[in-house]
Each structure stands twice: as C-alpha cells, then as structure tokens.
C-alpha cells in the first residue's frame, strides 16, 4: 500500500507540474525560468516510469479498463497521442527556454492540462478496475477532482504563493464525498478520513504557512492524497472480487 501511495503521490506531483509550472513560468523573467524549465521535462520522464510501475503492480485493473496495452481502447490510443504531443512540448521547452515568449510558456501548460485530464481519467478507470462502478455524472466529478488536487500538490514544485492548493483543499474532500457508497464505508472503516482529512487541510492552509514551510507542507498533502487514493484503489479491487 505505500508503495501505491508513493506511487500516486508522485504522479499527482508529476503530471500537476506539466500544467502549473509552464503557467507560473511564463511571467518571470528568462533567467527565473531556467530551473522550471529543466525540471519539466525530468518530471514528465519520472511521472511515465510511475504510472509504468503502478501498472506493472496492478495489471488486472488496467486490463479489465482496457488500459493495457494502450492500443486496445480509445482512451489508450487518446493518452498516446497526449503523451509524445506533451514529450515533444517539454522538449522543445527545454531547447528553447531563454528565448520562448510568453505565450509559448501558457501554450504548454494548455498541453499539459489536457494531458493531465486525460490521465486523471485513466486513473479512475484504473482505480474502479474490478470493482464497484458509479454513473457517468460522479465519474467526472472524481476526474476533475483528481486533476484539481494535481495541481494544488504540484505548487510545491512552483514559484510564489500557493493558489490553487486552496481549491484543492475542499476537492480532496469532496472526491470522498462522489466515491461509489460502499467504497466511501470501506475507506471510513479503515480509517482513511483521517488520511483524507490531513491531506485537505494540509493542502487548503499552505498558502498562509511561513514561507518555509508551505513546500514540505503541499509535498506532505500530495504524499497523503496518494497514500489515500492508494488505499481507495486497493479496497476497489477487493469489493469487485467479493461480488463476483
């Protein structure tokens, strides 16, 4: 379980930073920019080989949502096509950083907000695997509050003040709130609220912490949020197979 925490913690982390570093990014100075424009292109490399191990870990899942190989479903082929467009983005950022303008920086970050929709999706069809399923409605809800909670943790890895940690906060608990019924009593029976509970509230307060402290508390919060989406993803899983 904690290594599926790790795991997702870390692609919150990565796949968040495609979006929110290219964004803040583009309105510093050039000389500002280098180290973010270096570390984009590492953490998307690092976020591929998470999202590897965390399939590898859970085959079936990924199989049954027709996830793996990626060629098998329409979603598959769409995360392709994002993953080398984005690739490709990083790269020409990497290349270019001192002389791109900033309209070049917002571009990216629109690349990898799609991007990072489309693998919030992937990643509550992963988490459902054989288990209980909710309507279309909440299914976008978990998807867009996933993606949000991305983009809190990701300010840890950003400069300035964090601003969309506050959002993130109250959608970390909400996420609880659209989970399949009998998931959400699972999660409350092993104590998962308090996991929950930690990570919003972590998330929600950073912006006003000393400055020192708001990066160790948003790293903190994200390692929580993954601890927990773990935890929802395992129990998923062993609710799928008691009814089957």
């Known amino acids: 379980m904690i290594a599926d925490g790790l795991l997702l913690g870390w692609l919150l982390l990565a796949w968040g930073a495609q979006a929110v570093l290219p964004w803040r990014l583009a309105g510093l100075e050039p000389e500002r920019r280098r180290s973010g424009a270096l570390a984009l292109l590492p ?31 329409r979603t598959g082929r769409t995360l392709t096509v994002l993953f080398f467009a984005l690739m490709v983005s990083d790269l020409l950022l990497f290349l270019t950083w001192r002389r791109l303008e900033a309209v070049g920086w917002r571009i990216t970050a629109g690349f990898g907000l799609v991007f990072l929709l489309a693998t919030a999706w992937a990643a ?20 867009a509050l996933r993606a949000l909670i991305a983009l809190g943790g990701a300010e840890a890895l950003s400069p300035g003040r964090p601003l969309l940690a506050i959002a993130a906060g109250p959608a970390l608990f909400l996420y609880g709130l659209f989970l399949p019924a009998q998931l959400a009593h699972a999660l409350g029976a092993h104590g998962q609220w308090l996991t929950l509970a930690a990570a919003a509230l972590l998330l929600l307060g950073a912006r006003w912490l000393p400055a020192p402290l708001r990066r160790p508390a948003l790293l903190g919060a994200t390692l929580l949020a993954g601890l927990y989406l773990g935890q929802a993803a395992r129990l998923s899983q062993g609710l799928g197979k008691l009814h089957q």
Do not use: M, W
């Open 43 to 73: 953490l998307f490399l690092t976020g591929a080989l998470a999202a590897f191990f965390y399939v590898l870990r859970h085959p079936d899942a990924a199989v049954v949502q027709q996830l793996y190989p990626l060629g098998a479903s």
């Open 124 to 143: 509550e069809l992963t988490r459902i695997g054989e288990g209980p399923e909710g309507t279309l409605p909440p299914f976008l809800a978990l998807v």
